[in-house]
């Protein structure tokens, strides 16, 4: 049995590894150079106006999985919450997904389901060969919902033309033909009375699990530990010998304001000549509670430099080349597994996270019980 295992990263890969670990009897550290555990999930008080603020921008947790919502509410009290985004566009506001309301609003139509179905595959631009987001964009939604809802965001949000994006992108957001504006389609939709960073703290309380905070990852780490779970960049493990992966990172402005500023949680602003991707009322997080006052964050997008913080893998053909090297690297790797989000570069929802986390803990403990070798991916970012 190894006795000494390290994590890197108190996000929910880390934290729901290091649990998964402690109760079956193993040691664990979990170190994270940040001042806080959860990541970019981490959620705090503002002092000014008494609001929980999630302050690496907002956080659904949204799943289909009962055992994740289980597992989740084992930790937490989650209460119920709709997400309902809408947009500002052409100076008009929208419900977000298109939805039939937003058809009807958008084209001053009072059509029905069918009509709407119809109609809008009569404006349709029907791609033999769909290979980018605006390909994909134009098929599902003809050319004017498409310059009104999708042309501009993608310039601001990962700073590249949508000819140039994956179709995949666009999978996330479909078209309806109801009057249905919850934005997720899950069984499952909620966000932790107390917030993710007490929800990630309840996690990692456990009498065989230490956490030190504000720690770095020192080369030294590897010969301490008989065992690492990295959930870091892949890539600065091997401190970008390879070159650098790219991901898009985010910067927010913070306000103050009586009442209530824009009445939802999430308006985004898809015209490209918005400087801002969206305005997010942080109150509206917390519909059980009632303030006086009101924080808002404008929230822009920008490349990650050296020293931003990682959000979003772009994962286009450059970043895939230098990923199958990092990879190949890895695999040459002893005595670490890579987990998560930056660990496996790939976009991950937390449900997601917390099922592979918890399979991965699984597998380890089996493989450790037959004293077999342990994969440095137990899921290939390729």
Known sequence: MKKRILIVGAGFSGAVMA???????????????????????????????????????????HTDDQLVWDYINSFAEMMPYTCQVKATTGNKVYSLPINLLTINQFFNKSLSPIQAMNFIKSISEPKEHIRSFEDQALNFLGRELYEAFFHGYPLKQWGL????????????????????DNYFNHKHQGIPREGYTKLVEKILSHERIKVNLNRNFVATDI??????????????????????????????EASRHTGDFQG????????VE????????????????????????????????????????IRLVE????????????????????????GTYRYLDMDVTIKEALNAS????DLDSKQQDVPVFFDRPL
């Open 264 to 271: 939802c949680a999430v308006m985004s602003y898809p015209d």
């Open 274 to 313: 918005v400087p801002f991707t969206r305005i997010t009322e942080h109150k509206h997080f917390t519909p059980w509670q009632s303030f006086n006052k009101t924080i808002v964050f404008h929230e822009y997008s920008h490349y990650c430099g050296h020293d931003d913080t990682p959000y979003y893998p």
């Open 362 to 365: 699984r597998q380890f403990i």
């Open 19 to 61: 649990r998964e670990l402690a109760e079956q009897g193993y040691l664990v550290e979990v170190i994270d150079k940040r001042g806080h555990v959860a990541g970019n999930c981490h959620t705090e008080i503002d002092d000014e106006t008494g609001i929980m603020v999630h302050v690496h921008g907002p956080h659904i947790f």
């Open 223 to 252: 010969s301490d530990s008989d065992h690492i779970f990295y959930t870091g960049p892949l890539d600065e493990w091997f401190k970008h010998k390879g070159g650098r992966l790219g991901y898009r990172s985010l910067r927010f």
């Open 161 to 180: 033309d949508p000819s140039v994006l994956p179709a995949s992108i666009l999978k996330r957001l479909p078209i309806r033909f109801n009057y249905n």
């Open 319 to 342: 970043e895939k080349k230098i990923l199958s090297n990092y990879v190949e690297m890895a695999e040459q790797e002893e005595n670490v597994t890579f987990l998560g989000r930056l």
